[in-house]
């Protein structure tokens, strides 16, 4: 490592960008090779703005959902029972316009009712999914056809909303996102790369089987006992990887269907959030952790200005765990192309044989 | 349901509001029938003003709280031994103006310690009802006077500080809301309706017994034993149903005084945050999830414009059980009046007899 | 309590500040007594200003953490082996202005790999310091030098990002806190004190052991099994006061490296969060309870306009015990200069003999 990156500082010297070179500075970061020291380019993304008044489109967009139990494999290894939709969890990715009519055909190839509902999306209320409240439920081998309208642009999510096994079948995988573009694309923010990341919660037994309901009320520990976590239905280290290029600026949908608040945190980079639930923020505000809560989404926003391999991870790191191994879970690598798929390992020289005294060192204490 | 609103849809057709209609656009929505794809209408809600300068109104408000020991039924058929306030859980709500000089005897009529913590207010120390740091404990059978000015406008709460107790004593039910109105009403909201909504959990024992504290620290799980949720000290179904117009302009005061955290998710709509801790956001935000922590308290308001029936219910889901069973705890039911008291029912079309392969319909995936 | 007050009244009559006096106006409060009542100056507080470019100071800042087993004592009697940097937990305090060359050599005197991450700060990807991903671990007896340019001002932190270990490693105390000062001034608050606060929890076993990991994943309660909680390695009451004056304005720099939620509410006194993850809140708002999730950081700032002895604790009141004992954990004592030691001790009349009917008295219910 160390010897490379002298190699790299020769050049950047031959080229004249450098005056005084070092490990630190060596990076070639283009014209202002300290710009990826701030957030302030982030501070000049424009607020996403919003549609005022939504018009049909006229155009119809279809879907089919084929709901049915089947089994999950979060990781390598360990396979659960689940609710599949379509075959896979998360179900598809739904996605329309504002105004468009979507049409979404629910088929209960389940043992027991379900219903689904639109979170975040302002439909009429007999399309809202709630069994018991809003409609009947879709009892098995019975198909409901869900009708309305897109509303307002944004990332949103469907799930069971069942009467009494809502929780069940979400733990089971019963979910998907669902993303609304705006009409008219003019002063929204021209991303480069758009990344979707559904979080999602297991309660894994160890036969195998998909555990009735994580938590055990009734003299339980309320949800607490998820032991596998999912982005996009995979745990890592068998979730994707990212790859970004340099300069990219790197669109982020989060989605949090499970009951536990995950606090996502960036690595090398801040981010800038950009809309909660859908809806922008009037002033966006850059952190490099955003605590995602059961039920909100985020659109976040990040410049690729730091090259490397770099985690996006849940801070609550138990939630990097796959069953009792760690690491696991919700870490999602971020990975600039032409980055080294190994980690660069620099020399360390052996410690003293005599270790200092526990005294520290250095000023500002 | 499909033929009422055909029938609907041809009484718009004649009054020339629509050339297409079908079930989903065929929503009687004023001028613009298309109004509630949008929360377009929030953002032109302007941020609460701050009264910069409290001045004592010369007024005496007096209020007395007589604590002692009882039950209470969170949802029917299940008792917990309780404190209550005046009889009920919660407290009765203190509601005064700011400046207001406010004078409350608490009466302890328990067993126990206790003392009152006015939770958000700027009062004087020795008024801050903090047992052990602000003032000696209130005995059995003491009275306490507390007083003081009221300070600025928002949501507040009251809860017990005991030194050694205050975890049992709340989850016992020694809590209260408390509303500060502005000495100047210019520039606040104008509701058409205003709710409010204190969120509180409770760990109740099989035998009907109060668990004294939900956790068992020292080796246990951190107060996630709690099994049963209120909203003004009733859990769903037993919460009762708020009834809006058309129209109206809603705003709800939400006070958590749970140790757990409750993402409160509205069905339908967004909802814009006034406030949190009583202090008004300078650029009020728009979404449809409020992530609602120990301690802290919001003012949201939404627009009715999108009648039915309609869940605003926590998203940790099992916050919305009552022991082992779901539905229960954290859902409240916002209900337009003239919206049908039963479930529409849509028709099911049978499932074919051969359900289709696990391959999705649909596009944008 | 009474006979002060009204020996102070009686002075304030006679300097004319008052026509009418009682325990509740008769405070010392500079030009507005009632200034107190509002949090109005606060919102005068100008947003941080963000260093658009950061350029090398030259100047290098050098710092050895030498990182062992131990022990340590979150409250007096309690002792939990743990891994301490420098000998304490938290380890030192790093502190450097944007710019400055950072040195960091960490010596790993473990009996295990670990390596160390620079949580929130833009360095470059090799220094990110996670083991596995971005270098290599630090071997026990190894030495590993971190170099790198400080970025952007605020509130950081740094921790164990051990591959395999880094929920145990963070759980026994390999942790510290982390400033960058800009590198001007100008347009910064000015705060007459600033505090530092970092929160962390500790699961310790009865025998005085550090238990493997809280949480018992795989079957187990995520975390949730924290039975102590510390600022800055101390649990209330051995958690150093903090001694305030009237007048001053007090930051104080949150960081939370436990891997749970602390609503932090303070009473008596609003205050403004000015910076979350070191980045500037554009529009700083105000409140009474920062809701501190796992990796996040907040700057906040209060006024201290209303004298006394006044909390500032996690409202999650199960991390306000020491153990199965109340009140502990995460309360932080602010203490006014001149504020007496002990608790003001109102007179409590004894109740009547027969106490009135649960029938509360009052209005606005």
Known sequence: MTLSLTRLSQTLLLAGLLLQVSPVEAQPKGADPYAYLTASALAKIA????????????????????????????????????????????????RVA??????????????ESTSIHWHG??????????????????KPAQTFRYEFLASHAGTFMYHSHSHARAIEQIDAGLYGMLVIDPQ?????????????MMLSAWNITEDGGHAGMAGGHGGGAGGMQYNYFTINGRAYPDAAEWAVKQGDVVRIRIANVSNLVHPMHLHGHDFVVLAKDGEPLKTPQTMNTVNVAPGETYDIAFIANNPGAW???CHELHHTMNGSTQPGGLIQVIRYEGS?????????APAPAKPSSGAGHGSGH
Chains 1, 2, 3 share one sequence.
Do not use: C, Y
């Open 311 to 313: 985690m996006f991870h």
């Open 98 to 111: 504002e105004g468009d009519r979507v049409v979404v055909t629910v088929k209960n190839n389940l043992e």
């Open 121 to 138: 999306l302002h439909v009429p209320n007999a399309m809202d999914g709630v069994d018991g409240l809003t409609q009947e439920a879709i």
């Open 47 to 94: 607020p996403l703005p919003e549609t005022a008044a939504i018009r049909p489109t006229g155009r119809t967009r279809e879907f089919t959902l084929d709901v049915r139990p089947g089994s999950w494999e979060p990781v390598k290894g360990v396979k659960a029972s689940a609710i599949t939709i379509n075959g896979t969890v998360p179900g598809p990715l739904i």
């Open 184 to 196: 008219n694309s003019r002063g929204h923010l021209k991303s480069d790369r758009e990344l979707l």
């Open 340 to 348: 080294a798929a190994v980690p660069a390992a620099p020399k360390a």
